[in-house]
């Protein structure tokens, strides 16, 4: 267990809906980072956020957002979904922004666009 | 910019064999750290081994080295007396250390398969 708490671990739904994931990263983790993995695919950076404040952004689709609240706690909505946004969503965190520390993954919101 | 490359799609090794992962690195910043993560079946991002730009020697963990070579920015996996557990996905990875956005970036990722 890498403390890293995500919800919900699957989601389907249908093009044109919107939907948020969820984030709580490991007690004391002060940065959050957000990847999709598409089928068979390596791991996209999206967006990381640091005690709140945004500061990486990926390749991170407009239709994206996020925000980091001042529990720490993460979200990731997803909006206008199309059917190439089915992926495997991870969050994960570490303690800060620039140290050599490793990332502590959670399992992953599985999202399936129909 | 920075950018990660692994040229092995897939690999099949017999079990109780040595294996290397490739993994090539390109980065402007002098202070970087380098990541393999390790992706069963079953989804999981699994940490393996570290090597910081600035270690002198190559980082172990149990069964698994990190044969790192600066000058030719590479940093292979190597996992010795493999195991049919090792079957996974092998991810390589990097984040520059004082970089403003400091954030970790994955190659594309090494199948491998063991075979008993």
């Known amino acids: 267990d890498s403390g890293v708490t995500q919800t919900p671990k699957h989601l389907i739904t249908a093009t044109g809906q919107r939907v948020t994931l969820r984030c709580s990263p490991r007690?004391?983790?002060?940065?959050v980072y957000w990847y999709q993995q598409s089928l068979d695919q390596g791991l996209q950076f999206l967006i990381q956020y640091y005690n709140g404040e945004e500061r990486a952004k990926g390749n991170i689709l407009e239709r994206f957002s996020a925000q980091q609240f001042p529990d720490l706690h993460s979200e990731l909505n997803l909006s206008s979904l199309e059917l190439g946004d089915s992926a495997l969503y991870f969050c994960a965190s570490s303690v800060d922004e620039g140290n050599a520390g490793e990332l502590f993954f959670g399992e992953g919101s599985r999202l399936t666009v129909l | 910019a920075q950018k990660i490359t692994q040229t092995q799609p897939g690999m099949f090794v017999q079990e109780k064999e040595a294996v290397t992962l490739d993994c090539t690195y390109d980065?402007?910043?002098?202070?970087?750290?380098l990541f393999w993560y390790k992706q069963p079946s079953s989804g999981e991002m699994i940490f393996l081994i570290y090597q910081g730009s600035y270690d002198q020697q190559n980082a172990t963990e149990g069964r698994y080295s990190l044969n790192f070579q600066k000058a030719r920015k590479s940093a292979n996996l190597v996992i010795s007396a493999s195991q049919l557990g090792d079957s996974a996905m092998y991810f390589c990875?990097?984040?520059?250390?004082?970089?403003?956005?400091?954030?970790?970036?994955f190659g594309s990722g090494t199948r491998l398969s063991i075979r008993p």
């Open positions: 990875a990097m984040r520059e250390i004082y970089s403003s956005a400091s954030k970790i970036i």
């Open positions: 007690s004391g983790d002060l940065s």
């Open positions: 980065t402007s910043d002098p202070s970087y750290g």
